[in-house]
């Protein structure tokens, strides 16, 4: 009988190559489909959010929106099966809070029992493939509120390009506004991944200056009939305390598929994390797929840089204090 590592087992590294490893997973859909249910029902929630306890979590959405390469290898996703040791791998440090996934990888994951006591994210709107003629009509095509809900999730993400020169960026800021209430109605958080993007040479390019930043953070503020339940996942750009001044919003940082060196990364990440405001890490391909192929190195690495105290709001008259979590 095919066994996959436990989780064990890979936080040593230690990977099984069988290509028959998750076959299991096959034979449940086909003949006991309704048992993703069942596991997303008898997970362990997570404990909870608390600022300054920033959290850590492993994004994997980019296969459904076509998006496979990672660190210059234009496949680097494509075998689900080496995205599923990875996932295993990163998730079994427990400094990982959670996941943000597609509905298919979520699936995976619950059926593996990978998700125990963790934060579950949603990823909503993947009709925006990579290189599609239409990149900017991305359309939500993923999870949706009704079923985050029904999976216990804490929200649902959704990537919201704006380009001024693109007439579909009103359909994407409509569909987003109408997602945030369709999840602030139950009570789950809206991650909204802002950028300001055009078409550059036939392709779409985000615009990571702090102006540019800035500018997509009060656009994706001010959609929906609430805020209440609304975070922003921003990249980590120039003059970053400029960017976090402009929004009162729990903001995790998102890690992209960066070409620097990997120390260099975690730098500028860690400077980031330092800032008021700042809730933690989303992020996937930097941590996956490292260049030195180290993927539970680079878990414990980014792990290392977040901040693990609660901060206490102050009585009146007092300024802000931190205590360290019990």
Request: a negative charge; aromatic letters at 4%; glycine letters at 10%.
């Amino acid at each position: 009988m095919t066994t996959v590592s436990t989780p064990a087992e890979l936080a040593k590294g230690t990977f099984d190559d069988d290509p028959r490893r998750y076959e299991h997973l096959t034979k449940i859909r086909l003949e006991d489909p309704d048992a993703i249910a069942r596991a997303a029902r008898a997970r362990e929630p997570h404990p909870g959010v608390v600022l300054g306890r920033q959290n850590f979590i492993v994004a994997a959405d980019h296969p459904a929106r076509g998006a496979l390469a990672a660190q210059g290898r234009p496949e680097a996703m494509a075998d689900r099966r080496e995205l599923l040791d990875r996932l295993r791998l990163a998730l079994a440090n427990p400094a990982v809070d959670g996941v943000l996934a597609s509905p298919d990888i979520m699936d995976d994951l619950l059926l593996l029992g990978a998700l125990e006591g963790k934060l579950l994210f949603g990823s909503m709107n993947r009709g925006g493939l990579a290189g599609f003629v239409n990149e900017f009509d991305d359309r939500f095509t993923g999870h949706t509120a009704e079923a985050l809900e029904a999976i216990g999730a804490t929200g649902g993400k959704m990537l919201t390009r704006i380009c001024l020169g693109d007439p579909a960026t009103a359909g994407i800021l409509e569909n987003t506004a109408k997602a945030i209430d369709s999840l602030a109605e139950r009570k789950l958080v809206a991650m909204v991944e802002p950028f300001l993007s055009s078409w550059v040479d036939g392709k779409v390019k985000n615009d990571l200056s702090p102006e540019a930043v800035i500018r997509s953070v009060a656009i994706a503020s001010g959609l929906g009939a609430t805020s209440a339940y609304t975070w922003m996942k921003l990249p980590v750009v120039a003059e970053m305390e400029r960017v976090m001044a402009s929004t009162t919003m729990p903001t995790v940082l998102l890690g992209g598929d960066p070409t620097g060196r990997q120390d260099e990364v975690f730098a500028s990440w860690g400077a980031a994390l330092a800032l008021p405001g700042v809730q933690g890490l989303t992020v996937g391909r930097t941590l996956l797929y490292p260049a030195d192929g180290d993927v539970a190195g680079a878990v414990a690495a980014a792990a290392s840089l977040l901040h693990t105290e609660e901060i206490v709001p102050p009585t009146a008259g007092e300024p802000a204090s931190k205590e360290a979590s019990k």
